[in-house]
């Protein structure tokens, strides 16, 4: 569990597709540096956040880590565009002792979005994304939290559709302590969605699927946007 308040940006040292040490693990490997301040605690297993997706450390130095990327990982996430020197995100796991200053982020990527605006307001930058998985825009609402590349962040607008898209802002401080600052447009962000939404969609769904007797929502829904329908016939 994270909170999306990035403690460090670090750097691609190594990034091997066919990893056969120890740390490898038989499969691809991400090495990163410049990232000393956030390791003095850490150990061989811990999770860690690295543009908003939670691995496990599997070699450790006082200066570097180690990390396994899985296939899923790297279909899923943006981890598989990094390159040599690319900067990163990072953030360890939260302790007893952690103030909670973003929100719940699991460190679980539903999904990859582009940027496809970014705008300049006085001394920050609107930027607008469109997600890759549309499905992701239901859980995204206007002044409620996004996880973007691991940085908690407030959604500022939305529109849904086929065509839809978000809009976050970032402030001069935000621009120079996360990697989306430097991101332009046609550039990718990991993202993760609320998960309060999504348990809120389960328990809701669950609900009136029972009412229904087990048939499914599609009856339910229908007679909700029905009520919806005949109400505002009813005001016109």
């Given at each position: 569990?994270?909170?999306?308040?990035?403690?460090a940006?670090?750097?691609?040292?190594?990034?091997?597709?066919?990893?056969?040490?120890?740390?490898?693990?038989?499969?691809?490997?991400?090495t990163?540096?410049?990232?000393?301040?956030?390791?003095?605690?850490?150990?061989?297993?811990?999770s860690?956040?690295?543009?908003?997706?939670?691995?496990?450390?599997?070699h450790?130095t006082?200066?570097?880590?180690?990390?396994?990327?899985?296939?899923?990982t790297?279909?899923?996430?943006n981890?598989?565009?990094?390159?040599?020197?690319?900067?990163?995100?990072?953030?360890?796991?939260?302790?007893?002792?952690?103030?909670?200053?973003?929100?719940?982020?699991?460190?679980h990527?539903?999904?990859?979005?582009?940027?496809?605006s970014?705008?300049?307001?006085?001394?920050?930058?609107?930027?607008?994304?469109?997600?890759?998985?549309?499905?992701?825009?239901?859980?995204?609402?206007?002044?409620?939290?996004v996880?973007?590349?691991?940085?908690?962040?407030?959604?500022?607008?939305?529109?849904?559709?086929?065509?839809?898209?978000w809009?976050?802002?970032?402030?001069?401080?935000?621009?120079?302590?996360v990697?989306?600052?430097?991101?332009?447009?046609?550039e990718?962000v990991?993202?993760e969605?609320?998960?309060?939404?999504?348990?809120?969609?389960?328990?809701?769904r669950?609900?009136?699927?029972?009412?229904e007797?087990?048939?499914?929502?599609?009856?339910v829904?229908?007679k909700?946007v029905?009520?919806?329908?005949?109400?505002?016939?009813?005001?016109?």
């Amino acid at each position: 569990m994270f909170t999306g308040i990035v403690e460090a940006i670090g750097n691609v040292s190594a990034l091997e597709k066919q990893d056969d040490t120890e740390g490898g693990g038989g499969g691809t490997s991400l090495t990163i540096s410049d990232c000393a301040e956030i390791l003095s605690d850490a150990h061989l297993g811990d999770s860690i956040s690295i543009n908003g997706t939670c691995l496990t450390i599997t070699h450790l130095t006082p200066t570097t880590f180690k990390v396994g990327i899985s296939p899923e990982t790297l279909r899923r996430t943006n981890l598989s565009s990094l390159r040599q020197s690319s900067p990163l995100n990072l953030e360890r796991a939260v302790s007893a002792s952690t103030r909670m200053g973003g929100h719940f982020v699991q460190g679980h990527v539903d999904t990859v979005a582009t940027i496809v605006s970014k705008t300049p307001d006085g001394n920050a930058f609107t930027y607008r994304l469109q997600p890759r998985d549309k499905d992701v825009l239901r859980y995204v609402v206007e002044k409620g939290y996004v996880t973007l590349d691991g940085a908690s962040l407030t959604v500022t607008t939305v529109q849904d559709g086929s065509e839809g898209w978000w809009e976050v802002m970032l402030i001069a401080y935000t621009q120079e302590r996360v990697v989306m600052g430097d991101k332009g447009i046609g550039e990718e962000v990991n993202v993760e969605v609320d998960m309060v939404g999504k348990y809120v969609e389960k328990s809701v769904r669950g609900y009136f699927e029972e009412k229904e007797g087990g048939h499914g929502e599609l009856g339910v829904l229908e007679k909700i946007v029905g009520r919806m329908v005949d109400e505002r016939l009813r005001m016109g």
